[in-house]
């Protein structure tokens, strides 16, 4: 009960006799229970006594051998614990009704351990009941949150069974509890072994060729040894099976926590899923509405062990509706495979496609609502792609799952490879459902392949959907672990030494460079060497395509300097928050030209599918959203998690499963902990840390300001204010929505060296901020377009309003600004793009002042030398698929 709370009540000393001993207490007392600290002590009695007719004197007293009489001025009671245990499990209620100077009645009950309270109320007609439950109806005991923390920090940390167990003994010594889930990890993860029971397995022919589902032995749970496909199937083969997930229990939890949201797009312009073309069509058609949820599928797979020939391949759904943070935190998991070869497709995939068209069909209802459920988009690499699709692989005639083109193929080496060199005279059609249907008719008749397509697809069970469109040239796999890396490649490896373009004999020169890079905080991988490149994980390529590749510029030959600036510029558009159908449709023209330049300068032996899909970029984003939207940087993240739910090598998928749903059903506890009590804030804390919470509730360490958007980390100090300071805040003042400070007095203020905005979710500091040597976060992207260097922060207070933070910094560019802009194809120009990679010459000689809600972006610094005033800068393109995304 805090202070506020006790306040309601008057100040009024009684005579408690506890055991022998008489003691004096005050009213005001701890509301957390009195603990022992040895057997055999007596204990301290709290109790609540409410004024009625007649007189009602009630409490809680830990349970023991208790005595209590009464009277009207005087509780007496004792308590005597035979074991420190008994304390923590149980407690006496006691309650007395007492008149004037006349015996009480006394009621004793069990119940389970709650906090104590002393309070005492005469009769004062300003009291109000309902304050004082407000007070008191939240607190909880450790008993409660604990074995939600250790179930949290064994999934988060991925603990093993005997790891877990020494934890919970570790915990019990600690803190002297026995409280019975506490004990063993036995106890503890026992509640949800029932979670089992909600996951169905069905196991597949080990044999290669054989997509077969095994028949099992009667009531058992293992395949019979003859099978119908004519295979024997032996305790010593290698199991191949598929868990199959609860699907509506996992989309309905979402609807419970966190409903769905839909956003107005202007039609003219493209940023996430909701804003393509193909979902407006959707709308239009009446298939999506305000209680619709639709989804984008995955499928991919990976290793479980680093030598290991077995895999597993989730099937999972992203949801569209979802903010992105939101996305990556609450994945469904559809099914489950698990073996050493690649997933049979019908048995993989026939089960969803009749499970998610019930749900189409029927819909989900909560509290009486209905709403639809559908998936829009498939995004996968290029090699599951084909799987799903039942198509050739890439390397394969029309290997390209959007056009039809069937590629060529050209010698490379000692053997051949297909390419897809760019035909302007007559383009490729794209596909469509309409070609496809009539392929498949063929095909059917023939038993040949047509334009690629190889027999049926368990998609087509799904009524009206178009599965063409909704396959998407993801750019994880195609750019940053394709087309980047293999510029990359082409440019450093020593077997190139002696082409036009290589930089080998200069690559000492670039890795110095690159080694003196200092990205921000998001890009939390710092760049390896350019000779090794078999290390860099997609986001690496990234970075470096987007960020860093201008330390190449007096490297390379010009020409081929500038065909990756095209690249890089063309990346920059369709990975923007927001940008508008003309640049879209800039960038499709840019990335034919590209292809085209590298067939040229290059040779058409290294035009491969990932170069083509570039010309299918343009269109993704037209008809899905940015390239963020679609992209599977999420899945393959998930993946990784999944990856760390098993331990040993026995049962490994039947292991993912079951921490999957216990991960959920965690997450829905831990929820409704937060939403129904007053948790301490580290506990609360360290449930969305360990759970990774999105939105539950807004615990911050900092003082938040500047209407809530805004919050100061790490410590202040309070100085005078410079002269220079104050005439740049004066300038700034002149803005009419700053009136307020126009007539304060600017000659104190507290300054800061961090903060972070809630709307980009980036961490800034000052140049002068030593910390973090090996990363800048000092360079913003305004919204007036200048990019400025942060010297200071001040948080100053208006003489009428609330106090802001602004920011204090110098804009760069005073002499020079060059642009990293590709040359015009034609008549097509190309607009310079706010944030984007420019080389800054010259900086302000004063401060100039922001309001910190005028950040538009967080910038990327590949040069910075302050001697000669020079800065080549990139801002983030956007503030959601970022290495690390700061919660």
Same mark, same amino acid.
């Given at each position: 009960?805090?202070?506020?709370?006790?306040?309601?009540?008057?100040?009024?000393?009684?005579?408690?006799?506890?055991?022998?001993?008489?003691?004096?207490?005050?009213?005001?007392?701890?509301?957390?229970?009195?603990?022992?600290?040895?057997?055999?002590?007596?204990?301290?009695?709290?109790?609540?006594?409410?004024?009625?007719?007649?007189?009602?004197?009630?409490?809680?007293?830990?349970?023991?051998?208790?005595?209590?009489?009464?009277?009207?001025?005087?509780?007496?009671?004792?308590?005597?614990?035979?074991?420190?245990?008994?304390?923590?499990?149980?407690?006496?209620?006691?309650?007395?009704?007492?008149?004037?100077?006349?015996?009480?009645?006394?009621?004793?009950?069990?119940?389970?351990?709650?906090?104590?309270?002393?309070?005492?109320?005469?009769?004062?007609?300003?009291?109000?009941?309902?304050?004082?439950?407000?007070?008191?109806?939240?607190?909880?005991?450790?008993?409660?949150?604990?074995?939600?923390?250790?179930?949290?920090?064994?999934?988060?940390?991925?603990?093993?069974?005997?790891?877990?167990?020494?934890?919970?003994?570790?915990?019990?010594?600690?803190?002297?509890?026995?409280?019975?889930?506490?004990?063993?990890?036995?106890?503890?993860?026992?509640?949800?072994?029932?979670?089992?029971?909600?996951?169905?397995?069905?196991?597949?022919?080990?044999?290669?060729?054989?997509?077969?589902?095994?028949?099992?032995?009667?009531?058992?749970?293992?395949?019979?040894?003859?099978?119908?496909?004519?295979?024997?199937?032996?305790?010593?083969?290698?199991?191949?099976?598929?868990?199959?997930?609860?699907?509506?229990?996992?989309?309905?939890?979402?609807?419970?926590?966190?409903?769905?949201?839909?956003?107005?797009?202007?039609?003219?312009?493209?940023?996430?899923?909701?804003?393509?073309?193909?979902?407006?069509?959707?709308?239009?058609?009446?298939?999506?509405?305000?209680?619709?949820?639709?989804?984008?599928?995955?499928?991919?797979?990976?290793?479980?062990?680093?030598?290991? !020939?077995?895999?597993?391949? +989730? =099937? @999972?759904?992203? #949801?569209?509706?979802?903010?992105?943070? &939101?996305? $990556?935190?609450? %994945?469904?998991?559809?099914?489950?495979?698990?073996?050493?070869? !690649?997933?049979?497709?019908? +048995? =993989? @995939?026939?089960? #969803?496609?009749?499970?998610?068209?019930? &749900?189409? $069909?029927?819909? %989900?209802?909560?509290?009486?609502?209905?709403?639809?459920?559908?998936?829009?988009?498939?995004?996968?690499?290029?090699?599951?792609?084909?799987?799903?699709?039942?198509?050739?692989?890439?390397?394969?005639?029309?290997?390209?799952?959007?056009?039809?083109?069937?590629?060529?193929?050209?010698?490379?080496?000692?053997?051949?490879?297909?390419?897809?060199?760019?035909?302007?005279?007559?383009?490729?059609?794209?596909?469509?459902?309409?070609?496809?249907?009539?392929?498949?008719?063929?095909?059917?008749?023939?038993?040949?392949?047509?334009?690629?397509?190889?027999?049926?697809?368990?998609?087509?069970?799904?009524?009206?959907?178009?599965?063409?469109?909704?396959?998407?040239?993801?750019?994880?796999?195609?750019?940053?672990?394709?087309?980047?890396?293999?510029?990359?490649?082409?440019?450093?490896?020593?077997?190139?030494?002696?082409?036009?373009?290589?930089?080998?004999?200069?690559?000492?020169?670039?890795?110095?460079?690159?080694?003196?890079?200092?990205?921000?905080?998001?890009?939390?991988?710092?760049?390896?060497?350019?000779?090794?490149?078999?290390?860099?994980?997609?986001?690496?390529?990234?970075?470096?395509?987007?960020?860093?590749?201008?330390?190449?510029?007096?490297?390379?030959?010009?020409?081929?300097?500038?065909?990756?600036?095209?690249?890089?510029?063309?990346?920059?558009?369709?990975?923007?928050?927001?940008?508008?159908?003309?640049?879209?449709?800039?960038?499709?023209?840019?990335?034919?030209?590209?292809?085209?330049?590298?067939?040229?300068?290059?040779?058409?032996?290294?035009?491969?599918?990932?170069?083509?899909?570039?010309?299918?970029?343009?269109?993704?984003?037209?008809?899905?959203?940015?390239?963020?939207?679609?992209?599977?940087?999420?899945?393959?993240?998930?993946?990784?998690?999944?990856?760390?739910?098993?331990?040993?090598?026995?049962?490994?998928?039947?292991?993912?499963?079951?921490?999957?749903?216990?991960?959920?059903?965690?997450?829905?506890?831990?929820?409704?902990?937060?939403?129904?009590?007053?948790?301490?804030?580290?506990?609360?804390?360290?449930?969305?840390?360990?759970?990774?919470?999105?939105?539950?509730?807004?615990?911050?360490?900092?003082?938040?300001?500047?209407?809530?958007?805004?919050?100061?980390?790490?410590?202040?100090?309070?100085?005078?204010?410079?002269?220079?300071?104050?005439?740049?805040?004066?300038?700034?003042?002149?803005?009419?929505?700053?009136?307020?400070?126009?007539?304060?007095?600017?000659?104190?203020?507290?300054?800061?060296?961090?903060?972070?905005?809630?709307?980009?979710?980036?961490?800034?500091?000052?140049?002068?901020?030593?910390?973090?040597?090996?990363?800048?976060?000092?360079?913003?992207?305004?919204?007036?377009?200048?990019?400025?260097?942060?010297?200071?922060?001040?948080?100053?207070?208006?003489?009428?309003?609330?106090?802001?933070?602004?920011?204090?910094?110098?804009?760069?560019?005073?002499?020079?600004?060059?642009?990293?802009?590709?040359?015009?194809?034609?008549?097509?120009?190309?607009?310079?793009?706010?944030?984007?990679?420019?080389?800054?010459?010259?900086?302000?000689?004063?401060?100039?002042?922001?309001?910190?809600?005028?950040?538009?972006?967080?910038?990327?610094?590949?040069?910075?030398?302050?001697?000669?005033?020079?800065?080549?800068?990139?801002?983030?393109?956007?503030?959601?698929?970022?290495?690390?995304?700061?919660?």
């Amino acid at each position: 009960m805090d202070d506020m709370c006790l306040s309601k009540y008057k100040k009024r000393k009684m005579n408690i006799t506890l055991a022998t001993e008489e003691v004096e207490i005050l009213y005001k007392v701890s509301t957390k229970t009195q603990k022992t600290k040895q057997r055999n002590e007596n204990i301290d009695g709290t109790i609540i006594m409410n004024r009625t007719e007649p007189e009602i004197i009630s409490g809680t007293l830990n349970a023991g051998t208790s005595q209590v009489t009464t009277s009207c001025s005087t509780l007496e009671f004792t308590s005597t614990l035979t074991t420190r245990e008994e304390k923590v499990m149980q407690e006496q209620e006691i309650s007395c009704v007492i008149g004037p100077d006349s015996p009480g009645t006394l009621n004793n009950s069990l119940s389970p351990v709650n906090e104590c309270f002393v309070a005492y109320q005469d009769l004062d007609e300003e009291y109000v009941d309902s304050d004082y439950e407000d007070c008191a109806l939240h607190e909880v005991q450790p008993h409660i949150y604990l074995p939600i923390l250790c179930v949290a920090f064994y999934l988060r940390h991925h603990l093993t069974k005997s790891a877990l167990h020494d934890h919970l003994r570790i915990l019990s010594i600690g803190t002297d509890s026995i409280v019975k889930k506490l004990t063993s990890q036995h106890n503890l993860m026992s509640q949800y072994s029932n979670l089992k029971n909600e996951v169905s397995k069905i196991f597949v022919c080990p044999f290669k060729k054989c997509p077969a589902v095994l028949t099992l032995q009667k009531n058992k749970n293992i395949p019979q040894e003859n099978q119908p496909c004519g295979h024997k199937f032996r305790a010593s083969n290698t199991p191949c099976y598929v868990l199959r997930m609860p699907i509506e229990k996992q989309i309905r939890y979402f609807i419970e926590h966190y409903g769905v949201s839909h956003e107005n797009w202007d039609p003219n312009f493209r940023g996430g899923v909701q804003s393509g073309g193909c979902y407006r069509e959707l709308t239009d058609q009446g298939l999506i509405d305000d209680k619709t949820i639709t989804v984008m599928w995955n499928t991919d797979g990976a290793n479980p062990h680093k030598i290991s !020939k077995k895999a597993f391949w +989730p =099937f @999972m759904a992203v #949801i569209n509706e979802a903010k992105y943070k &939101l996305q $990556r935190a609450f %994945i469904i998991l559809l099914s489950l495979y698990y073996g050493h070869k !690649k997933p049979p497709m019908h +048995p =993989f @995939m026939d089960w #969803i496609m009749s499970e998610w068209a019930r &749900l189409e $069909r029927e819909g %989900i209802f909560f509290k009486d609502v209905k709403y639809k459920v559908r998936v829009v988009i498939i995004s996968t690499d290029t090699v599951a792609r084909p799987l799903v699709r039942n198509t050739t692989q890439f390397n394969g005639e029309y290997g390209c799952d959007f056009c039809l083109h069937p590629g060529q193929r050209v010698g490379k080496g000692r053997g051949t490879v297909r390419v897809y060199p760019e035909i302007t005279a007559c383009p490729f059609k794209m596909r469509s459902m309409k070609q496809n249907l009539h392929d498949f008719e063929i095909v059917k008749e023939t038993r040949k392949p047509v334009h690629g397509i190889l027999g049926s697809t368990p998609l087509a069970d799904l009524p009206g959907f178009d599965f063409i469109k909704a396959f998407v040239p993801e750019y994880m796999h195609s750019c940053c672990q394709g087309v980047f890396k293999q510029i990359i490649q082409l440019l450093t490896d020593s077997k190139y030494a002696k082409k036009s373009w290589s930089i080998r004999r200069k690559i000492g020169i670039a890795n110095l460079r690159l080694s003196n890079v200092k990205p921000c905080y998001e890009i939390t991988r710092v760049m390896g060497v350019l000779d090794d490149i078999s290390n860099w994980k997609a986001s690496m390529f990234k970075s470096f395509a987007l960020f860093f590749y201008t330390i190449l510029e007096d490297l390379l030959p010009v020409e081929y300097f500038q065909h990756f600036v095209k690249l890089s510029y063309g990346m920059f558009i369709l990975l923007q928050e927001r940008i508008s159908i003309e640049e879209i449709k800039k960038v499709g023209f840019l990335f034919i030209d590209f292809v085209k330049e590298m067939e040229r300068l290059y040779g058409i032996e290294h035009i491969g599918i990932n170069v083509h899909f570039l010309t299918h970029l343009s269109q993704s984003v037209l008809d899905w959203g940015c390239l963020w939207a679609t992209s599977t940087f999420i899945p393959e993240w998930f993946n990784g998690e999944l990856g760390t739910y098993f331990n040993g090598t026995q049962s490994v998928a039947d292991q993912m499963a079951q921490n999957f749903l216990i991960n959920h059903v965690v997450k829905d506890e831990a929820q409704k902990l937060l939403a129904e009590h007053s948790l301490p804030p580290a506990v609360s804390t360290m449930l969305i840390d360990l759970l990774h919470l999105p939105s539950i509730r807004n615990i911050r360490q900092g003082l938040i300001t500047n209407d809530d958007e805004v919050e100061l980390l790490g410590s202040s100090i309070t100085r005078k204010v410079l002269i220079e300071e104050e005439v740049a805040l004066l300038n700034l003042f002149i803005n009419p929505k700053f009136i307020s400070f126009r007539d304060s007095q600017i000659d104190q203020g507290t300054f800061y060296s961090r903060f972070k905005s809630k709307k980009l979710g980036s961490i800034f500091a000052t140049s002068s901020y030593t910390k973090s040597p090996k990363r800048t976060n000092y360079f913003a992207l305004m919204s007036d377009g200048n990019v400025i260097k942060i010297e200071n922060l001040i948080h100053f207070k208006s003489e009428t309003g609330p106090p802001r933070l602004f920011i204090l910094g110098y804009v760069l560019g005073l002499q020079s600004k060059t642009f990293y802009l590709p040359k015009p194809i034609g008549e097509i120009n190309f607009s310079v793009i706010p944030g984007m990679t420019t080389k800054f010459v010259g900086k302000g000689t004063t401060y100039v002042a922001y309001d910190t809600l005028d950040v538009r972006a967080k910038c990327v610094v590949s040069l910075e030398s302050n001697l000669a005033e020079t800065y080549i800068i990139t801002a983030l393109p956007n503030h959601f698929e970022t290495d690390k995304m700061i919660n």
